[in-house]
């Protein structure tokens, strides 16, 4: 019974005097932080290192050019090949497809060639039978003008008529008073006269009146012929149905023209007067398309190297699909410009109030090699840390997402969420740590390798996508060297005295 109650007792005394340690630690704890509180407000808060992972890449990304699935890569074109820059004009190779889409786009260009003949035929026929209506038109008129001419004629002859009867009546009369003085042979052959010229003028009459006729439906008839002829030249020149079928031409063969490209393999800034040019060529150069009018057009040399320039800036990072295989959603082949690089940061949300744009920060790789290498380089005296890629924020990002980069340490959290920040190539922190290396190895008697590159950007450009460590400097290191550089940037120019 004495055992059970000691067991009990224990506990509760061990309990009491927990309660009153905790109790004592708050109390002197508290106090102390009275005492202090001043003093430790009154200290400098000093901001600290911060670490992220990041991986290279230029400036402007990494492109990745790709095709429609299930098509066939046929062939890249000359001179596309890994580390190597594209060709000038920007096109990259070929898809099974093309051929299929260049008879078609020929197949096209003789359909618009042949509506095109087939109105110029029809526009000709018009011309001809208007030109031909309008000649019947003329011969009828001038017939009919011909008919005017006879029946005046006609009056002539009624008016030798009228001239030859009054002629024998007189020599009638005449007989009749005196025998003698008129025979009747010349009474005969007065008669004979008349009747001549009453004869012609019957038939002159008869004659003319039905030309008359004849020439006035003829008239009638040609000018209707002109008229019908004159319209369908008009309806033929303004032909909307031909307008509409060459306009619906046109944009199959644009259609034609973008299936075409899509079939061929283009960078990003391609000459579209080199493409058209090499379209163009294609089409006059097949021989399925003999007869066919090339639309090229003359490219001006200031023009071509404009776009030259613009497609030659991208280098082939990565190939990833040969001639002959099939394609598939992944990329056949990446570029990027590696003219300018640049590194993304993932920092962790809780630290991005940390950061301020232009804030220095150092790349850091083992991967790195030459000044740029990471730690102590060629085992020189000193505790300083040398090498990394110098940097500065460019841009802070704003959107909160899990890390797109996995950490290689096992231990680290994998529940965080970052933010990217785009941090740029400082050359002239390089400059100044490069020049501190060399003063370093000079001051300890040792060589550098001359194989050594002092371009951060290009030493970068070879290795894209290379996952790297990012160190943020404190504040107080970024402001000194802000201070650094100003005071030296004074310096310098007071050796040249005051500016007037």
């Known amino acids: 019974m004495q055992s059970v109650g000691a067991s009990k007792f224990y506990p509760r005394v061990l309990l009491a005097v927990a309660i009153c340690a905790v109790s004592s630690c708050l109390l002197v704890s508290g106090c102390q932080q009275f005492l202090s509180g001043p003093e ?10 911060i670490y992220a992972l990041g991986h290279l890449r230029p400036a402007t990304g990494v492109i990745d050019i790709r095709a429609t699935p299930g098509d066939r890569l046929k062939s890249l074109a000359d001179g596309v090949e890994q580390n190597n820059l594209i060709p000038a004009d920007g096109i990259l190779g070929t898809l099974d497809s093309y051929d299929m889409g260049r008879k078609q786009l020929l197949a096209l260009e003789q359909k618009k060639q042949l509506a095109s003949q087939k109105y110029q035929h029809q526009k000709q026929l018009a011309a001809a039978q208007l030109a031909q209506a309008n000649a019947t038109k003329a011969q009828m008129l001038a017939k009919q003008q011909e008919v005017l001419l006879k029946e005046r004629k006609l009056v002539v002859l009624e008016a030798a008529m009228e001239l030859e009867k009054l002629e024998y009546e007189k020599l009638e009369r005449l007989r009749v008073e005196d025998p003698d003085l008129v025979t009747l042979h010349q009474l005969a052959k007065q008669k004979n006269k008349l009747d001549m010229a009453n004869q012609d003028f019957e038939i002159a009459n008869q004659s003319c009146e039905t030309t008359r006729i004849a020439a006035d439906l003829a008239v009638d008839a040609a000018t209707e012929s002109y008229k019908v002829a004159h319209l369908t030249h008009e309806q033929v020149s303004k032909s909307f149905s031909q307008q509409l079928e060459t306009r619906l031409i046109d944009q199959e063969i644009e259609v034609a023209k973008e299936a075409l490209k899509r079939s061929m393999l283009l960078a990003p800034k391609y000459s579209p007067h080199a493409l058209e040019k090499l379209l163009a060529v294609e089409i006059q150069d097949s021989p399925e398309a003999s007869g066919v009018v090339s639309t090229e057009d003359h490219i001006s040399e200031p023009e071509v190297g404009q776009h030259a320039n613009a497609s030659s800036q991208y280098t082939v990072l990565k190939i990833a699909a040969a001639d002959g295989e ?3 959603q992944s990329p056949i082949m990446q570029l990027g410009d590696l003219r300018t690089m640049i590194c993304i940061a993932e920092v962790y949300e809780a630290d991005r109030k940390e950061l301020f744009e232009g804030q220095k920060a150092i790349i850091r790789s083992p991967a790195f090699s030459g000044y740029f290498a990471d730690g102590d380089l060629k085992n020189l005296n000193s505790n300083d840390r040398w090498g990394g890629i110098h940097g500065k924020i460019d841009k802070i990002g704003r959107m909160i997402a899990p890390p797109g980069l996995t950490s290689r340490n096992p231990l680290a959290p994998a529940d965080r969420s970052v933010v990217e920040v785009r941090i740029e190539i400082d050359s002239e922190a390089n400059e100044k740590a490069i020049q501190e290396i060399r003063e370093e190895f000079r001051k300890q008697n040792k060589q550098i390798e001359t194989t050594w590159s002092e371009d951060a ?28 550089t100003g005071s030296r940037e004074i310096t310098e120019s007071s050796e040249y005295g005051p500016t007037t």
């Open 326 to 328: 099939i394609v598939t």
């Open 457 to 484: 950007n290009s030493h970068a450009a070879e290795n894209v996508g290379l996952q790297v460590t990012v160190e943020f400097c404190s504040k107080e290191a970024t402001n000194n060297v802000a201070a650094e």
């Open 40 to 49: 430790v407000n009154n200290q400098k808060k000093t901001s600290r290192t």
